[in-house]
């Protein structure tokens, strides 16, 4: 008589090898070393390279750039690899790689959504590293479910992950982000991978900007930061310079702030535009970009109590030039002066760079690693910066200028609000 077939269950416990215990001290350390990518800004973020064996899962808005750095990564992999295309077809990826200047490079192309032809191929190659791009777009026959929906995408999911431990494939699954800009499909997805990258920036800037919300083979703190031109993606190790390029200097409402994302140092222009309301019964419109809208409105609300520029009857649009994202309090300071100077309409000498986050009670409290920030923008010739007076650090180049409340602050700045034009003082010239 003949046997039935053996269901899924059963050979999946049949197949299974089981790990073997070992005493910790046994354990070889340098086999989690990371494999240098050849792309210069990413291996930054990973703290060297990607991990034989790990799952990296990279997020981003469409069309910011995943697939071109991407590609870019698997040009300059030392060792075979697969690209797994479930959006685009085989021609489109080519003509990319043409763009690029990529298309002779060993770089095995599949275009494919049956997560088993995937794993079959990756078999039969034997890559080093696979790309899959994207996880939402694959499907597991066995689920029974529709390609894209939490079901699958957690089954598919485990199912590379799986395969990437037991081969020491470096894998990267692109992922489709949401509306609020969150990852799409379930939550546990992200818990699944050792790592989580998050690549954003303005579509419209050139701008790119690389962290790691999770790795577990380093630090997340590092920010790798790209341009988007013509050859793809190029790395950015000075930032400022960059933003700071088109700068003019002189104009009301602008402000050179030393920011800190991450480790990384970079000084970035704040602008600021105000103009009086000319319809006094709506409310005046506050704009920002780059900034947190409701950061924006405690800073108005601080400058009017404890400094005296009120913007009540005034619209306010306040912006990080750039495409930058500016979320740490370090950069209050920065977008107060820039206000008060569009109110006043009185600029911020050109060499001031400031730091500090302000209080509710406008006092000025200290940011972290302000040397960092001091020799950020002494480097590129800012001779002066206003401070909290909490911060003790001097840097050669650049005199600290100190100040314990957001109204000394202004005051050093020679800006005043149109109530009080009796305290002016005199300004320095123009680059001093």
């Known amino acids: 008589m003949e046997e039935a077939p053996p269901s899924p269950t059963a050979s999946c416990d049949v197949s299974r090898v089981a790990a073997v215990a070992q005493r910790i001290a046994e354990i070889d350390p340098l086999a989690a070393r990371p494999q240098p990518t050849g792309v210069s800004e990413l291996d930054r973020v990973l703290g060297g390279g990607l991990v034989a064996g790990s799952v990296t899962l990279l997020g981003g808005e469409p069309g910011i750039g995943k697939s071109t750095l991407l590609l870019q990564l698997l040009a300059a992999w030392h060792g075979p690899s697969l690209y797994v295309t479930g959006e685009e077809s085989a021609q489109q990826v080519r003509q990319r790689a043409e763009r690029l200047g990529v298309g002779d490079h ?142 003019r200097p002189g104009v009301p409402g602008s402000v050179a702030v030393a920011t800190l994302d991450g480790h990384r140092p970079i000084v970035v222009e704040v602008q600021a535009l105000t103009n009086p309301l000319h319809q006094p019964t709506l409310p005046p419109r506050r704009s920002a970009q780059g900034l947190d809208p409701g950061r924006l409105s405690l800073l108005l609300a601080v400058l009017d109590r404890r400094a005296g520029f009120s913007a009540v009857t005034t ?82 180049g650049i005199e600290v200028l100190r100040a314990s409340t957001l109204a000394e602050a202004l005051a050093i700045a020679s800006l005043f609000p149109s109530s009080r034009p009796a305290t002016r003082i005199a300004r320095a010239p123009a680059g001093v």
């Open 106 to 247: 060993p770089i095995w192309l599949l275009a494919e959504t049956d997560v088993d032809a995937v794993i079959d191929t990756i078999d039969h190659q034997s890559p080093s590293i696979v790309v899959i791009d994207s996880i939402q777009t694959l499907a597991d026959r066995a689920s029974g479910s529709a390609p894209g929906t939490v079901l699958q995408v957690k089954a598919c999911a485990q199912r590379l992950v799986t395969e990437a431990k037991a081969r020491g494939v470096a894998m990267v699954l692109v992922g489709h982000v949401t509306k609020e800009g969150s990852l799409a499909g379930p939550r546990v997805l992200e818990h699944m991978v050792d790592t989580v990258l998050t690549f954003e920036g303005d579509r419209h800037h050139q701008l790119r900007m690389l962290r790691a919300a999770k790795h577990r083979y380093g630090a997340t703190g590092e920010l790798g930061m790209f341009e988007m031109a013509e050859a793809g993606m190029r790395g950015v190790p000075d930032a400022s310079a960059l933003l700071l390029t088109d700068r």
């Open 315 to 396: 619209e306010v649009y306040a912006s990080a030039v750039g495409g930058v994202r500016l979320t740490e309090p370090g950069a209050d300071l920065g977008v107060c002066l820039a206000v008060a100077s569009a109110l006043c309409d009185t600029p911020v000498p050109p060499d001031v760079a400031v730091f500090g986050e302000v209080g509710l009670a406008g006092e000025l409290r200290m940011a972290a690693h302000a040397p960092r920030r001091l020799a950020e923008a002494a480097r590129h010739g800012f001779g002066h910066a206003i401070v909290p007076a909490s911060c003790t650090a001097t840097v050669p």
